[in-house]
């Protein structure tokens, strides 16, 4: 693959490429810029190689995501998966359209399947090549997403309603 | 699918939330290509330096020939030179020789 293919991919994948980034900084603006930099620096490099270009946005999400966790864990402030493993409670009042906040009370994992699901239409069996994990694995943290987002989406809306 | 009605409309509502995000420009990464004549030049030169810097230096020869002026004291006690022309190693006298003929 040549440079000129390599831009090509990058620029059609840009603003998803970013707005992942920001997913997987915690929605952080600024960390989000700066993993995004380095990832494109990374490919321009040749230090990550895409063998198939039908795995282009596969390829792409699996090195921003592993990029904001070496970004995360040097800022310390990457959440390991033991402590992250609970659904927080909603101890304070979330705006049910603050969808940010909304997702950041699932589990990292649940997280992150969810949004490539739901978010960037991808497949399960494509976000479970992102996290590297198998097929079974990927499908266990949708279901269980899927269910405590439906929750959460049900208490911010019942905080609301009784707020009123 | 109906299942998922409510999730897909949150995040529906996200991504339109999400259009207002600034989302930066694509950075614009000049290739520098990569000039196989600088390396080949340095090269050069140094293959040339080297051989500069060996070349065999001429040694310097020896003289041929070797003219010894000897001032010497005649009969009537006056100081009259002699001068010889002799071959470089036949004039080659050990350091110690004087003691063979002093003593």
């Known amino acids: 693959m040549n440079r000129t293919q390599l831009d090509l991919i990058l620029k059609t994948y840009h603003r998803e490429a970013y707005i992942w980034a920001r997913q997987c900084c915690a929605f952080d603006d600024e960390l989000a810029k700066d993993v995004l930099q380095q990832v494109y ?3 321009l490099e040749g230090k990550a190689k895409l063998k198939e270009v039908e795995k282009a946005k596969t390829w792409l999400f699996s090195i921003i995501r592993y990029s904001a966790i070496d970004q995360l864990r040097k800022q310390g402030k990457l959440i390991s998966l033991d402590e992250s493993y609970e659904v927080e409670d ?3 009042e979330i705006d049910q359209t603050d969808y940010q906040a909304i997702i950041q009370l699932l589990p990292k994992m649940q997280q992150e399947v969810i949004l490539m699901v739901f978010y960037h239409q991808m497949t399960i069996e494509q976000s479970a090549e992102v996290l ?3 097929l079974g694995t990927a499908r266990t943290h949708y279901d269980r997403g899927k269910k405590k987002l ?6 911010t809306q019942t ?4 707020g009123r | 699918m109906e299942d998922n009605a409510e999730l897909k409309r949150f995040f529906e509502n996200m ?3 999400d259009q207002e995000l600034n989302i930066p420009p694509f950075p614009s990464y000049k290739t520098r290509k990569f000039n196989f004549w600088i390396p080949a030049g340095i090269a050069a030169s140094l293959i040339l330096a080297g051989l500069i810097m060996h070349e065999p230096q001429p040694l310097p020869e020896a003289p041929n020939e070797v003219l010894i002026i000897t001032l010497q004291q005649g009969e009537n006690n006056e100081q009259e030179f002699t001068i010889e022309e002799k071959a470089y190693l036949d004039v080659w006298e050990s350091p110690t ?3 063979l003929t002093d003593y």
């Open chain 1, 41 to 43: 620096l990374k490919i």
């Open chain 1, 90 to 92: 909603l101890k304070e």
């Open chain 1, 132 to 134: 590297q994990i198998g």
């Open chain 1, 150 to 155: 439906k929750e959460l989406i049900t208490k």
């Open chain 1, 159 to 162: 905080q609301e309603y009784h």
């Open chain 2, 15 to 17: 991504k339109e939330k």
């Open chain 2, 97 to 99: 020789s004087s003691l």
